[in-house]
């Protein structure tokens, strides 16, 4: 999948239609970690937009995810199109372009906690593999029975040490005000998330 060409250090993306497209500033691997899930949550959400071929990894089965500091995703077109759904009681947030429902980050309930995680698949396929390389490990392998060969397996806790000083980073330099998808104000979502039931996603496989 590609968002355009990108150049330098910004990786590119745009959703299926072309109309919500944007870039990751700064993207690299000691800016960021690149991941790919296996969890239940992350195949639901592909799913249930129908877009596993473009989210999904064919090789993994998984979702490629880099995360970053949340003010480096920029927004250049299609803002007013986001749109969020929480697939569970968790306090996750899904965003997807809600012009061609195509699934594009994850981000908590609200930007007190700030971080973004981009889907890849999403990304410029050339940038990507400059900027990001390889996969620094797979998360929740245990929970995926079609994965049969991920590399090195990664836990949410190490994962969480190393948001964790990106996430100070944001609060002390008050960036995490400065995320495409929350008001700076008060740090609530720039659409108002909807929350699916079993009915809304009983067409899921």
């Given at each position: ?19 919500v497209k944007g870039v990751i500033e700064r993207a690299g691997p000691l800016e960021g970690d690149f991941v790919v899930c296996h ?24 979702t490629p995810l880099y995360q970053s500091r949340c003010a480096r995703m920029r927004i250049e077109s299609g803002r007013d199109r ?124």
């Open positions: 999948m590609t968002g355009g060409a990108g150049s330098g250090s910004d990786l590119p993306f745009s959703c299926r239609c072309g109309a969890c239940t949550d992350c195949q639901t959400f592909a799913n249930r937009f129908d877009a596993g071929d473009r989210v999904m990894d064919e090789q993994d089965a998984g986001l749109r969020c759904i929480h697939l569970t009681e968790e306090a996750t947030l899904r965003w997807y372009a809600g012009c061609c429902d195509t699934p594009l980050f994850n981000s908590y309930k609200n930007g007190k906690i700030p971080y973004v995680t981009t889907l890849v698949g999403n990304c410029d396929a050339g940038a990507r593999t400059r900027l990001l390389g390889e996969p620094i490990g797979h998360l929740f392998v245990d929970d995926d029975p079609a994965c049969t060969g991920a590399g090195r397996r990664l836990s949410m806790n190490t994962l969480m040490r190393r948001f964790f000083v990106r996430m100070v980073k944001d609060i002390v330099s008050g960036d995490r005000r400065r995320s495409a998808l929350f008001d700076p104000e008060t740090l609530e979502p720039v659409s108002t998330p909807t929350r699916l039931t079993k009915e809304t996603t009983a067409h899921v496989g």
